[in-house]
């Protein structure tokens, strides 16, 4: 069986994984608003325009930066074949539900999966059940699948590529362009007789070949049986005689097929329950040994891995252990464990499970995002993050970026040190001071402190104000600055921001908002 | 029989003898703490602000030193602290900000540090804080953590100096007021007071209380300039406002 997937590295990026999550994706396209491919980017973006009526200067910025709404109008993504060949390496592990011979067909594009039916098909009632199973089950992920099955790799190949030239079937919903392909199956021994009408570059040739074919008025695979079998390689080089031969079944084609990974996971158990916290780290750091012995022949170091401690009658305990770049020393990651063990509530353990759930290659150490990581030789500022956020935790240790925003609370974002999600930063940086960035409190006070201003005229400068239980008399006092965000965030804000000095040389960031409240937002 | 006028001979005397024996003993810790300091540590980065260079007694801040900023919650004493960093964070590298109330601001940093060097770090509790600052000071990989602590035993004053001197670089640690007159481990004390002029610029009185050699009880005034995010002297022309005494005698 071969299953085509014709728009693959569009709908991959539209779509979840394969699983019980893609269940939950948007039923109507019009509201799927992921950003899409080549094409599909300006299809979306002028599906965007229409959506948003009259379109405001800053808009697009608006919602794009916040993330409110996920949308990709606002910019064009660039076509990654590698990552069209893992994604669809994943979805032929996920295939495996229909056969145990799943792989990847070999071609320039990555689009195809081919399948060893040949046992299983009669566990889904029959080919032609089996093949419509396939195509509606990735229907329901947003994939357009075009199936066909024959006796060989080739003629499946053939037949799912350039089988039927026209939809057969249009479905329930008349507005939905999509046509669903009915899949092509030939019956067993006919599949030579189905392939002689096809166009020779069903046959997996390379396009010059089907150039220098077609100049010379062949087009379809009947016209290619017809010449002289003994001139074929002379006059079109080695590949479509046996190209013709695979398809045909004079020449065995075997499927490479897709090996589930093999977790890397160390278990060790336990009939008494152990209470010892040194004896817990002892058998940890020998489980880690054991992992690392097996990725040490990859030249991978270990970026992020899982302990659970099994305890009977408790729920399990666990966490996860993160690094910034990868390593291999036994003695960081023991380090790392203890001083998570440290915070854990751990009694009576009875199995200990570790599990290395991202990993990179040592020698390229391209998951670090941080220049200075990078710079840093000895590598003691990685493994200074790395202690920092294993004991106060992922969220405690991070990095700020400034994002061009006008609401103060909002102007800057902090991402994780160590974890998943981490992107290389690009070579551009700004030096200190190169971004005109307005006057601001160097502490901000995490949620505006209410306080009493008086004012010698109503709406006008504040002259004094009680802060932390004293009464000041403001000596200076600059502004208003006007922050206001747009209508269509949640929640806006339209405030009136004043730089005041106080007679004890205090330095405080006030704001008055829309309902002439004032508040306390920032120390100088 | 002494006079009222010998007994004040004789007090004066007792005076100076203190502050040779005080001078002499400076002397010596400082040779002391020169042979304690790793090979090729004994760098110091000017501050570029030349008042405050003035003040210091090495002209700058040795590699390697805890220092303590005594200041109000809004006087700046955090945005001077990290205005002096500026050479060292240009030289060395990353910038730690310990920030236990999360309410360290980076938009305000930006135009003094690169923020790709700055590293934020929220413990939850007073633990946790000195922890981490103590881990990062004895980094050798940080070019400066900054902190603010409203309370510091000497205990772990004494911890964090000594991680410091391990580290080589810089530990800033802002303090209240209160803190004056404390025992203290740090390298150096400077004392940050807003002062309200009429220039546009903002003020600060900043005092040396505590140094290896000896504090001079010596206060500069200098003046930040917003728009060109400078540190100078007060300018000559503008009123000039009056330096109080010490506080301490």
């Known amino acids: ?524 | 029989m002494f006079s009222y006028r010998d007994g004040d001979y004789e007090a004066r005397s007792m005076t100076d003898k203190r502050e040779n024996i005080r001078r002499e003993l400076a002397q010596q810790l400082e040779k002391l703490c020169a042979l304690r300091r790793p090979e090729g540590r004994d760098g110091v980065t000017p501050t570029g602000i030349p008042p405050l260079d003035d003040l210091l007694p090495d002209g700058g801040f040795r590699d390697g030193t805890f220092i303590e900023w005594l200041g109000e919650s809004a006087s700046g004493a955090e945005q001077l602290a990290l205005l002096a960093a500026r050479p060292m964070l240009r030289d060395r590298g990353p910038l730690i900000v310990i920030d236990a109330e999360k309410a360290f601001y980076p938009p305000a940093a930006a135009p003094t540090v690169d923020l790709e060097q700055v590293i934020a770090v929220r413990p939850a509790t007073l633990a946790d804080a000195l922890w981490a600052l103590e881990q990062s000071l004895q980094c050798p990989g940080v070019g400066l953590t900054l902190c603010r602590l409203e309370r510091l035993s000497a205990r772990a004053g004494r911890r964090l100096q000594l991680a410091a001197e391990r580290g080589g670089g810089l530990g800033f640690v802002v303090r209240p007021p209160a803190a004056r007159g404390q025992p203290s481990w740090s390298d150096l004390q400077l004392s940050v007071e807003s002062v309200s002029s009429e220039s546009p610029g903002r003020r600060w009185q900043v005092e040396l209380l505590r140094s290896r050699r000896g504090a001079g009880e010596r206060a500069v005034l200098m003046e930040y300039d917003d728009a060109t995010n400078d540190v100078h002297s007060p300018s000559e022309l503008a009123p000039r406002a009056p330096v109080p005494k010490a506080a301490r005698a």
Not at chain 1, 187 to 202: F, I, N
């Open chain 1, 1 to 524: 069986m071969c299953i085509r997937l014709p728009n693959w590295p569009q709908e991959r990026l539209c779509r979840k994984r394969p699983g019980p999550e893609a269940e939950r994706a948007p039923a109507d396209p019009a509201l799927d608003q992921s950003p899409k491919f080549g094409l599909g980017a300006m299809a979306s973006a002028r599906l965007n325009l229409r959506r948003g009526g009259h379109a405001l200067p800053d808009m697009p910025t608006e919602a794009g930066g916040h993330g409110t709404r996920k949308s990709g109008f606002d910019k064009a993504l660039v076509a990654d074949p590698s990552a069209d060949l893992s994604a669809l390496r994943k979805l032929a592990r996920w295939c495996r539900r229909y056969s145990p011979l799943v792989g990847v067909g070999e071609s320039d594009v990555p689009d195809s999966l081919l399948l060893d039916v040949g046992g299983s098909a009669h566990l889904f009632g029959g080919e032609e059940s089996l093949a419509r199973q396939v195509v509606d089950d990735l229907s329901r992920f947003g994939l357009t699948a075009h199936v066909a099955i024959a006796d060989t790799v080739g003629a499946a190949w053939a037949l799912a590529h350039d089988g039927q030239p026209a939809p057969t079937r249009q479905p329930k919903a008349a507005r939905q362009p999509k046509a669903v392909r009915e899949p092509a199956i030939a019956p067993a021994g006919q599949h030579g007789d189905r392939l002689r009408t096809l166009p020779v570059e069903a046959l997996r040739l390379a396009g010059d070949v089907v150039a220098t074919l077609d100049e010379l008025g062949i087009r379809t695979i009947g016209q290619l049986v017809a010449l002289p079998r003994e001139t074929l390689p002379s006059r079109f080089g080695p590949t479509v005689l046996r190209r013709l031969d695979q398809a045909l079944g004079e020449l065995p084609e075997l499927i490479e097929p897709e090996r589930p990974e093999e977790p890397l996971e160390a278990r060790w158990g336990s009939e008494h329950p152990i209470e010892d916290r040194f004896a817990i780290e002892t058998i940890l750091s020998r489980l880690l040994d054991e992992l690392r012995g097996r990725i040490e022949r990859r030249n991978e170091g270990i970026l992020e891995f899982l302990v659970e401690l099994q305890s009977p009658g408790r729920d399990a305990v666990r966490f996860a252990v993160g690094l910034v770049r990868p390593t291999l020393e036994s003695r960081r990651l023991s380090e790392l464990v203890r001083l998570q063990l440290e915070r854990a509530a751990v009694r009576g353990v009875v199995g200990l499970i570790v599990r290395i759930t991202r990993r990179a290659p040592l020698a390229a150490d391209q998951s670090t995002i941080f220049d200075t990581v990078r710079r840093d030789g000895h590598g003691t500022l990685a493994w200074l993050l790395d202690r920092l956020s294993n004991r106060l935790g992922r969220d405690a240790v991070l990095s700020p970026k400034l994002r061009p925003d006008f609401q103060p609370e909002r102007a800057v974002e902090y991402r994780h040190v160590v974890g998943p999600g981490l992107r290389a930063r690009d070579g551009k940086r700004e030096p200190a001071g190169s971004r005109s960035v307005p006057c601001r409190p160097l502490r901000l006070l995490p949620e505006p402190a209410p306080v009493v201003v008086w004012s010698i005229v109503p709406d006008g400068p504040p002259v004094r104000l009680r802060w932390r239980n004293a009464d000041c008399r403001i000596v200076r006092c600059e502004g208003p600055e006007r922050l206001e965000t747009g209508w269509w965030r949640e929640g806006p804000v339209s405030r009136d921001y004043f730089r005041i000095d106080t007679e004890d040389g205090q330095r405080l960031w006030l704001f008055r908002s829309a309902d002439d409240a004032w508040f306390v937002h920032g120390e100088f």
